[in-house]
């Protein structure tokens, strides 16, 4: 069974850096997708960032754009988000995800696997 367990979370004042990494167990991921996700209170799970599992090609939400960076180490079968100039906004559980394709999506939907989620707080 895979599982991807999410970590890096916590409290940083708006401005700030965070990173959040996302390591897989179980089936090696040599061939899929891997993203990002973001849920705030009382709003639907939206996109972040995602990445292929070579890392040759990536993609951002507009809000993610300049300031979030996705990057994958794959013998650690690791997946990073590194977060900068953060805001309040950015305020929400974030979530790992993987494909059973090598395909980048924007749509949560499209993912088979999820982690459980880490929250991150942007105090202003």
């Known amino acids: 069974q895979v599982q991807l367990v999410e970590s890096g979370g916590g409290l940083v004042q708006a401005g700030g850096s965070m990173r959040l990494s996302c390591t897989a167990s179980g089936p090696t991921f040599n061939t899929n997708a891997m993203g990002w996700f973001r849920q705030a209170p009382g709003k639907e799970r939206e996109f972040v960032a995602a990445i292929t599992w070579m890392g040759d090609m990536t993609s951002y939400a507009d809000s993610a754009k300049g300031r979030f960076t996705v990057s994958r180490d794959s013998a650690k079968k690791t997946m990073y988000l590194q977060m900068s100039s953060l805001k309040p906004e950015d305020t929400a559980v974030y979530y790992c995800?993987?494909?059973?394709?090598?395909?980048?999506?924007?749509?949560?939907?499209?993912?088979?696997?999820w982690g459980q989620g880490t929250q991150v707080t942007v105090s202003s």
């Open positions: 995800a993987a494909r059973l394709s090598r395909l980048i999506t924007t749509t949560p939907a499209n993912y088979l696997y």
